[in-house]
C-alpha cells in the first residue's frame, strides 16, 4: 500500500508540473498592415538532399506579402537534385564539397551562407519550414518589437501515420527548452528558424563557434547567452510550420536519436526534474492498469484509468497549439511513450559509448566530431 501511494504520489506530481511547463505557448506577432522601416533581411537555407522539400519553401518565399532582401541555398554536398531546384528558381547558390573535419554539415553551410550575405539579418530556414503569406512579415516584426535575436518552433504538420511518433519528442523539446514556462528561460534556440543580426551573430562567432555540436542550435543559444545577448523563442501556428522526417520512419528515429541525449545533457536541473516528472507521470498511469489488472484491484484499475484519461484530455488540449495531431495517436499516448523511452535509451548509449548516428548518409559522432 505505501507503494501505491508513492507511485501515485508521482503521477499527482507530474499532472501538477503540466500548467508550468506549459503555461503559456508564445506566438509570434500578428502581421500589421505597412513595410514599416524593416532592415533588410538575408535568407539563409542549409540544404542537403532537400529537392522534395525546397520548391515548396522557395515557392512560400516568392509568395511573401514581406519580400526578402535576398535568398542564399547551401547547398551542403547533395547527391539529388537540390542545386538544379534551387537555380530553377532564381536563388543564389552556394555548393559546398570536401567539408573540413570538425564541422557538423549544416553548421558548415550556415557559416558560408552568413559569410555571403549582405542583409542587416540573418534569417535561417531549414529546408522543410513552410511560411504563409505574411510569415516572414510576422517573423521581422516579432524581432523588431523584441529587439532582439528570435528563435521559433515551427508548427508540426503530419501527414502519414509514423509522423504520429513525433508528438511526444515535439512536447518535451519546448517543455525543456523553458520556452512555455511562466518566465521563459530559453535552454537554447531551435534550427529551423532563427532570425538574428549580422553583429549579434559575428559576436558570438558565428556558427564556427558551434561547429562541433550536434545539436548547434542549443549550443548557440549557450553562446549568446555567455556573450550577454537576450534571445526570445517562440511556438509557430500554420503560418510558420513544418513537416518533419518526411522520408519515412527511418528518418524520424535516427533524427530524434541525434538530438535526445545532447540536449537532455543541456537542460538545467530544475527543469530537467519536472520533465522527468511529467514523463513519469504519463508513463506510470497506463502501466498501472496493466499491473492493477493483473493483480485483480478494482479500486486501483479505476483511479489509474481515470488518469490514463485525465492524460488524454491534456495531451490534446496541448498539442492542438503546437501541431497537428490525431486523436488516435493521443488515444495510444502509452505506445508513443514506449517509443520516446526507446530512442532516448539509444540516444544516452551511444552518447555514453561514443558511437556515431547516421544523419543524411553523414556519420555524425554524438561525442561532438563530425
Known amino acids: 500500500m505505501t507503494m501505491s501511494i508513492f507511485e501515485f504520489s508521482i503521477v499527482l506530481i507530474g499532472?501538477?508540473?503540466?500548467?508550468?511547463?506549459?503555461?503559456?505557448?508564445?506566438?509570434?506577432?500578428?502581421?500589421?498592415?505597412?513595410?514599416?522601416?524593416?532592415?533588410k533581411v538575408s535568407v539563409i537555407i542549409p540544404a542537403r538532399n532537400e529537392e522534395n522539400n525546397l520548391p515548396l519553401l522557395l515557392?512560400?518565399?516568392?509568395?511573401?506579402?514581406?519580400?526578402?532582401?535576398?535568398?542564399?541555398?547551401?547547398?551542403?554536398?547533395?547527391?539529388?537534385g537540390t542545386v538544379q531546384v534551387a537555380e530553377a528558381y532564381g536563388v543564389r547558390v552556394l555548393s559546398l564539397h570536401k567539408k573540413p573535419g570538425g564541422w557538423t554539415g549544416k553548421s558548415w553551410a550556415c557559416q558560408n551562407g552568413a559569410n555571403a550575405a549582405k542583409g542587416e539579418l540573418l534569417l535561417f530556414l531549414d529546408a522543410d519550414v513552410r511560411l504563409g503569406p505574411n510569415g516572414l512579415r510576422r517573423i521581422i516584426q516579432t524581432y523588431s518589437d523584441c529587439n532582439c535575436p528570435i528563435s521559433v518552433q515551427p508548427y508540426h504538420k503530419t501527414q502519414k501515420a509514423y509522423e504520429q511518433l513525433s508528438m511526444l519528442f515535439n512536447l518535451i523539446q519546448i517543455a525543456a527548452n523553458g520556452t512555455a514556462l511562466p518566465k521563459a528561460v530559453g535552454v537554447g534556440l531551435y534550427g529551423p528558424v532563427i532570425l538574428i543580426s549580422q553583429s549579434d551573430y559575428y559576436n558570438i562567432g558565428g556558427h564556427e563557434c558551434v561547429k562541433k555540436s550536434v545539436v548547434e542550435d542549443v549550443a548557440?543559444?549557450?553562446?549568446?547567452?555567455k556573450a550577454g545577448?537576450?534571445?526570445?523563442?517562440?511556438?509557430?501556428?500554420?503560418?510558420?510550420s513544418f513537416r518533419m522526417y518526411a522520408n519515412g520512419a527511418g528518418s524520424?528515429?535516427?533524427?530524434?536519436?541525434?538530438?535526445?541525449?545532447?540536449?537532455?545533457?543541456?537542460t538545467p536541473l530544475h527543469i530537467f526534474w519536472m520533465v522527468f516528472f511529467w514523463i513519469a507521470s504519463l508513463i506510470s498511469a497506463p502501466l498501472h492498469v496493466v499491473q492493477f489488472a493483473v493483480?485483480?484491484?478494482?479500486?486501483?484499475?479505476a483511479i489509474?484509468?481515470?488518469?490514463?484519461?485525465?492524460?488524454?484530455?491534456?495531451?490534446?488540449?496541448i498539442l492542438k497549439k503546437i501541431g497537428q495531431f490525431k486523436?488516435?495517436?493521443?488515444?495510444?499516448?502509452?505506445?508513443?511513450?514506449?517509443?520516446?523511452?526507446?530512442v532516448f535509451v539509444v540516444s544516452m548509449f551511444k552518447k555514453a559509448f561514443g558511437i556515431n548516428v547516421i544523419w543524411k548518409g553523414r556519420a555524425i559522432s554524438t561525442g561532438g566530431k563530425s
Open 327 to 342: 486523436l488516435l495517436a493521443i488515444v495510444l499516448y502509452p505506445l508513443m511513450a514506449g517509443v520516446f523511452l526507446g
Open 59 to 80: 515557392a512560400d518565399l516568392r509568395a511573401q506579402s514581406s519580400a526578402p532582401f535576398e535568398i542564399i541555398c547551401v547547398d551542403d554536398d547533395s547527391s539529388d
Open 15 to 39: 499532472l501538477a508540473v503540466t500548467p508550468v511547463l506549459f503555461y503559456r505557448i508564445p506566438r509570434l506577432t500578428e502581421s500589421r498592415s505597412g513595410e514599416g522601416n524593416f532592415p
Open 229 to 240: 545577448i537576450p534571445y526570445q523563442l517562440f511556438v509557430g501556428d500554420k503560418e510558420i
Open 295 to 301: 493483480s485483480g484491484d478494482v479500486l486501483w484499475i
Open 304 to 317: 489509474y484509468l481515470l488518469l490514463s484519461i485525465v492524460w488524454m484530455v491534456v495531451l490534446n488540449f
Open 252 to 266: 524520424l528515429l535516427q533524427g530524434w536519436v541525434k538530438n535526445m541525449a545532447t540536449g537532455a545533457a543541456k
Open 220 to 225: 548557440l543559444g549557450h553562446q549568446l547567452k
